[in-house]
């Protein structure tokens, strides 16, 4: 139980096109997914908070107009880098907490990472 | 606040021979931990939690950790190294801030297992 699955698994685009991620809980429902990235042999950052049924919150730093956030139902959030950039090239993650577990303490289940090249 | 460090960012061990891979926090309340493992171009997958319940935590794989509040540490361990321990450890410290619960991520350790 409580995998969570992210597609594409890799993705190579142009300059200045726009990507979507999909993060989906496959087997329990999640009211909170989370995105992080994660730069070559470096730690996760988070990048935002995603509710659903709600605006995202975005961490310090994070350009929300750049990196549009949508949480339209219980098992799926979706990340759009707008006018993807060579800079944008990273590891992108997502996790997403069981609503129907304890969640004093904030278990988060993964999703396998989503590979973004931008040419 | 709360901020997770991980003493080292590459850890040598031949199979068959004991693992410690070190983490200490700092939180103004009482930390949930969690010790995550990554492999190459993968996902994170929980080894194991601690959620005030028992000090001594085991995990999937052989692992356990101890929490201990008097040095806020919580070490990884292992007593035996196999070749598919090979990857990179995340210790992780959950803290409420404001209304939410965040992650923080330590910069995480290699582990390399020598044949």
């Known amino acids: 139980g409580a995998v969570v699955s992210q597609h594409p698994s890799r993705v190579i685009c142009k300059s200045g096109t726009s990507v979507k991620i999909e993060c989906r809980s496959l087997d329990f429902q999640a009211t909170t997914m989370f995105w992080y990235r994660q730069f070559p042999k470096q730690s996760l950052m988070l990048m935002a908070t995603s509710n659903e049924g709600s605006k995202a919150t975005y961490e310090q730093g994070v350009e929300k107009d750049k990196f549009l956030i949508n949480h339209a139902s219980l098992t799926l959030s979706t990340l759009t880098v707008t006018s993807a950039h060579p800079e944008d090239s990273s590891f992108y993650i997502c996790?997403?907490?069981?609503?129907?577990?304890?969640?004093?303490?904030?278990?988060?289940?993964f999703g396998p990472g989503t590979r973004l090249t931008v040419l | 606040a709360q901020s997770v460090t991980q003493l080292d960012s590459h850890v040598s061990v031949s199979e068959g021979t004991p693992v410690l891979l070190r983490c200490n926090y700092s939180?103004?309340?009482?930390?949930?931990l969690f010790w995550y493992v990554q492999h190459p171009n993968k996902g994170l997958q929980l080894l194991l939690k601690?959620?005030?319940?028992?000090?001594l935590v085991k995990g999937i794989n052989g692992f356990e950790a101890e929490f201990k509040k008097s040095e806020t540490s919580f070490h990884l361990t292992k007593p035996s190294a196999h070749m598919s321990d090979a990857a990179e450890y995340f210790c992780?410290?959950?803290?409420?801030?404001?209304?939410?619960?965040?992650?923080?991520f330590g910069s995480g350790t290699q582990l390399t297992v020598l044949p």
């Open positions: 601690y959620t005030s319940a028992a000090t």
């Open positions: 996790s997403a907490r069981d609503s129907g577990r304890d969640l004093s303490y904030n278990e988060q289940f």
């Open positions: 939180s103004s309340y009482s930390p949930s």
């Open positions: 992780v410290v959950s803290v409420r801030s404001g209304s939410a619960r965040q992650l923080t």
